[in-house]
């Protein structure tokens, strides 16, 4: 089955504890994104990645890094959380460009205490 | 700068209505793509149209339909007897063709459509 999947789909963690939100998909995509859902400000990009080695900054970027090693993976790093990183995460592929249909993962909700 | 407005927050409806969804975009670019994403209450993002700039016609899908109108800036959505099942938050998004913004996908804050029985 086609799908982008992405773990943990919960995670409650505490001020400057680094963490990793994977993300995967097996449908041979050269195109992967990054974006946080919060309440009244719809879905913000925070990276993308048109190719493996290649990352760009969205309009949120800050306090967060991403890298792409393999075509298939897209992990979001947070080398210390802060409680305004609290969100609900979305990591979505598409073929090509961003211009295409985007396909998302179910979420990760991140609490930052 | 919002690039997207979609200034209905929430839309009620009785089943069977219709509603319509607006959505107001800015852009400097001749070429971008328009795009609107539905999410259940159950949180996934499921696609529903993408239109590219240069294609002002109106598109039909069963009861969804879509007006997209370059002189006003908008790309507006009309779902035609509204269903339960329609209740949903509904995402307008821009992606721009410019070295700046390529590979951008820029979304509006989202409009609920609640429908009930």
């Known amino acids: 089955e086609a799908q982008v999947t992405q773990n943990p789909r919960y995670l409650i963690t505490v001020t400057g504890k680094k963490l990793t939100v994977t993300c995967s998909q097996n449908m041979n995509h050269e195109y992967m994104s990054w974006y946080r859902q919060d309440p009244g400000l719809g879905l913000r990009q925070i990276y993308y990645?048109?190719?493996?080695?290649?990352?760009d900054k969205g309009d949120v970027p800050e306090g967060y890094k991403v890298s792409r090693k393999e075509k298939r993976n897209f992990p979001l790093i947070l080398e210390s959380p802060s409680p305004n990183q609290t969100s609900l995460y979305f990591c979505?592929?598409?073929?090509?460009?961003?211009?295409?249909?985007?396909?998302f993962g179910p979420g990760t909700r991140l609490t930052v205490l | 700068a919002q690039k997207v407005t979609q200034a209905q927050t929430e839309i009620s409806v009785v089943e069977k209505e219709d509603v319509t969804l607006d959505c107001v975009y800015e852009t400097r670019d001749t070429t971008y793509y328009l795009f609107w994403y539905k999410q259940p209450p159950s949180g996934e993002l499921v696609f529903l149209i993408r239109?590219?700039?240069?294609?002002?016609q109106n598109e039909i899908s069963g009861r969804y339909s879509w007006n997209f109108q370059k002189s006003t800036s908008s790309f507006n959505f009309t779902i035609t007897a509204s269903q339960v099942v329609d209740s949903a938050v509904y995402f307008c998004?821009?992606?721009?063709?410019?070295?700046?913004?390529?590979?951008?996908?820029?979304f509006g804050a989202g409009t609920q459509v609640v429908v009930t029985p």
């Open positions: 239109r590219n700039s240069f294609d002002e």
């Open positions: 998004a821009l992606s721009e063709v410019t070295t700046d913004s390529w590979g951008k996908l820029q």
């Open positions: 990645s048109m190719n493996v080695e290649v990352t």
């Open positions: 979505a592929s598409s073929y090509l460009t961003g211009y295409n249909e985007q396909f």
